[in-house]
């Protein structure tokens, strides 16, 4: 699941969605859902990541909370 479809489906921020991903900051998940220069694509394992996140939450419940 694209980490942006991810955020829309749970109506997240950007900034849960950096915490729930373990990223510092939302800089970079920012850039995932810009066109443009600073256009980013996200990496394998954030798509992962939000796959088995979708599934946990799915089945207990919307818990946002920094995974690392």
Not at 10 to 22: C, E, I, P
Request: aromatic letters at 14%; one cysteine or more.
């Amino acid at each position: 699941m694209h980490p942006i479809e991810f955020k829309k489906k749970w109506q997240l921020t950007y900034n849960d969605l950096a915490l729930v991903l373990g990223y510092e900051n939302d800089f970079t998940v920012r850039c995932w859902g810009i066109n443009g220069g600073h256009r980013r694509n996200p990496q394998k394992v954030a798509y992962v990541a939000c796959r088995l996140l979708d599934e946990k939450w799915s089945a207990e419940g919307k818990v946002i909370d920094s995974y690392l």
